[in-house]
């Protein structure tokens, strides 16, 4: 069987989950959107299931996994529902229900439910994806309010810039949500993983830790007190050849690496159709049985080089780490042009392993 592996350490989620509820007084939803960040949305919501106080995903049809799988705490939909005869089964399955947009709005006051739902009120603050404007959010409340369709309204914004720690723009945004909100007495949902780490005085009633619940940190984080968020994943494959190749030696498709040394070099069963970034450079870091080397050449479908030269002992069936303990997925991401959220979302094609809690 093909060597190439994801192994996904459970124990380190539920550590992530725990560190990131004490960055926020408030509960912790859970972000297991894109089947977890390609962790496999069951196998994380289940393992957090007694601890966690609640799970967001994008779709309904993410939020009807869960529940099938015997989830039972809330499940927020963060883009609501992308067309009304969802509604329904939103109040079969106790969802909440983002609503961004008027025709949204329309849709669950003009619904005949069985009963109401908890609706979180997305409020376009400044990123202007989705979301109500400032000027609208008053009425939009009243329009929610006064709907028999409604149980509870939370009021949710998104910050579009958290990760920029030396810009003022998130408390900007920040200020615009407390204005457009004043004098509405609602639960509030603000900070994603950025804002967790980066913006200790926002908090809120409901905070949404996506990214640092699987070990990749958006930017530094001095309010850690040298506790750190564990990589979940480890991307591993083995060598399955080695060529000892002299100096002027092109290596790989479009001789992007030429040998500058006679050079050992190792053939590894892991490629861009496993979801490792054909952008990744000669140098990018990996690591053979624990020891760090580089990728050499460029990235093929099935299969990538290293340098083997300084791995003596290194051959044919030993472990090489794409990225997990040793190598930093973020140092991956940030050579290949990209964040470790794409990254982890394309991860395919391999066999995942779950470690036992
Ligand atoms: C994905 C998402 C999050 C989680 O973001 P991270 O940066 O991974 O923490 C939070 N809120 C919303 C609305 C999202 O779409």
């Not at 849709?107 to 400044?126: M, N, T």
């Not at 480890?234 to 002027?248: F, Y």
């Not at 892991?270 to 870091?285: F, K, N, Q």
């Amino acid at each position: 069987m093909r060597p190439a592996r994801a192994l996904i350490n459970l124990q380190a989620l539920r550590h992530n989950y725990q560190l990131a509820q004490t960055l926020c007084a408030g509960k912790a939803l859970a972000v297991v959107k894109a089947d977890a960040y390609g962790h496999g949305a069951v196998v994380c919501s289940q393992a957090l299931q007694d601890i966690s106080d609640g799970f967001a995903v994008s779709s309904l049809e993410e939020a009807l996994e869960l529940r099938a799988a015997g989830i039972k705490q809330p499940i927020v939909l963060l883009e609501g529902f992308f067309h009304a005869d969802e509604l329904a089964l939103i109040v079969a399955y106790d969802l909440w229900c983002m609503v961004h947009a008027e025709w949204q709005l329309q849709a669950v006051e003009q619904a005949q439910l069985s009963q109401p739902i908890r609706v979180w009120l997305k409020i376009d603050s400044g990123m202007h994806r989705v979301g109500f404007f400032p000027h609208e959010v008053y009425t939009v409340w009243q329009r929610l309010q006064a709907s028999h369709n409604v149980a509870s309204v939370v009021l949710a914004t998104h910050f579009a810039r958290a990760d920029e720690q030396y810009s003022s723009r998130t408390q900007e945004q920040y200020q615009v949500f407390l204005e457009a909100t004043r004098g509405i007495q609602a639960q509030v949902s603000v900070c994603n993983s950025p804002a967790l780490l980066a913006w200790p005085d926002i908090c809120s009633d409901w905070s949404r830790p996506g990214i640092i619940l699987y070990g990749s940190q958006p930017v530094a984080a001095e309010r850690l007190n040298g506790e750190q968020f564990r990589p979940v994943m480890t991307l591993q494959s083995k060598v399955i050849a080695v060529r000892e190749l002299p100096a002027g030696e092109p290596v790989g498709y479009g001789a992007q690496f030429v040998s500058d040394k006679p050079m050992r070099v190792g053939v590894v069963a892991l490629g861009y159709a496993d979801g490792y970034p054909r952008h990744a450079p000669t140098g990018t870091p990996v690591a053979v049985d624990g020891k760090r080397t580089r990728l050499l050449g460029r990235v093929s479908m099935d299969m990538l080089a290293i340098d083997l030269t300084d791995h003596v002992t290194a051959s044919v069936g030993s472990v090489v780490e794409l990225w997990g303990e040793n190598v930093s997925i973020d140092e991956v991401a940030e050579l290949a042009g990209t964040i470790s959220y794409e990254l982890l979302c394309h991860v395919k094609r391999v066999k995942y392993e779950y470690l036992p809690i």
